[in-house]
């Protein structure tokens, strides 16, 4: 996927993607799987936000999101619309074992839809289903019920644990009601789990498939360099991935 001179160079399309979330639902772990292909159980906090970039192969296009992965902490919500501003795609990411980060979730969607670009594509993402599946315990290198509670954003709550018992009942977001929730508001839904991978190469696929490309590239040259596009924050952080071994990959899924 070598991008020579004109061929690939004219078809790659700049996406900016903004994640948003509560404190410690996993979506600096779902980042880091989609770019990397990893899972770290004790990653580091996430302070302000932090920048990675992923390319996505879709037909004869070639998209490269631009992913700002933001902290959840509530002190730092006054500076999400620095991130959110001028993007095309959000994923806002609950935990299916914390009823009030779906609430939170909610939340984030209503300010998206009302101060966001109009046309922006949302995905919804109900996180650590891993959690919830009786297979987790005996095909998971650990089988602690905090093993995907890492404190991702920062936010943690001090002395917070799950609660105990049966994968099934650990679970406090039903998938019929966040999925009726997602439909209803015009939504992308996935459940999805950092910790195996399920869900979270649909999640950004799907989302490059409702991306309105045509009209990013018109904007793209009327408006070349606008501010809050392609900038990094003093806290930020980049990892950039080579996917030139992924050629072999479907045309109509991302690589990663």
């Given amino acids: 996927m070598a991008e020579s001179a004109s061929g690939s160079q004219d078809k790659s399309v700049q996406v900016k993607l903004v994640l948003l979330g509560e404190a410690a639902v996993g979506k600096s772990s779902v980042v880091l799987r989609f770019v990397s292909n990893e899972f770290q159980p004790n990653k580091e906090p996430t302070i302000g936000a932090a920048f990675l970039?992923?390319?996505?192969?879709?037909?004869?296009?070639?998209?490269?999101?631009e992913i700002w992965d933001t902290a959840g902490q509530e002190r730092f919500?006054?500076?999400?619309?620095m991130y959110y501003r001028n993007a095309q795609a959000a994923v806002v990411v609950y935990d299916v074992t914390k009823a009030s980060s779906l609430e939170k979730a909610k939340s984030w969607v209503k300010e998206l839809q009302r101060q966001a670009n109009p046309n922006i594509v949302i995905a919804l993402a109900g996180n650590k289903v891993d959690l919830v599946q009786p297979s987790a315990s005996s095909s998971g290198s650990s089988s602690s019920p905090d093993s995907?509670?890492?404190?991702?954003?920062?936010?943690?709550?001090?002395?917070e644990t799950p609660p105990s018992g049966e994968p099934e009942s650990l679970r406090q977001v039903p998938r019929e009601e966040a999925q009726a929730y997602a439909q209803e508001a015009g939504l992308l839904f996935f459940e999805t789990s950092a910790k195996t991978g399920e869900g979270i190469v649909e999640i950004f696929t799907e989302i490059?498939?409702?991306?309105p490309i045509?009209?990013?590239?018109?904007?793209?040259?009327?408006n070349s360099g606008r501010p809050g596009a392609?900038?990094?924050?003093?806290?930020?952080r980049e990892e950039n991935v080579n996917l030139q071994d992924d050629q072999t990959k479907s045309k109509d899924a991302c690589n990663c």
Avoid at 77 to 81: F, T, V
């Fill in 230 to 236: 392609g900038g990094r924050g003093n806290n930020a």
């Fill in 208 to 211: 490059a498939k409702k991306i």
């Fill in 77 to 81: 919500h006054s500076l999400a619309p």
């Fill in 53 to 65: 970039t992923q390319k996505c192969r879709l037909e004869d296009r070639i998209l490269r999101y």
């Fill in 214 to 222: 045509e009209h990013i590239l018109a904007a793209s040259r009327n």
């Fill in 148 to 159: 995907e509670d890492e404190a991702d954003d920062a936010t943690a709550t001090p002395g």
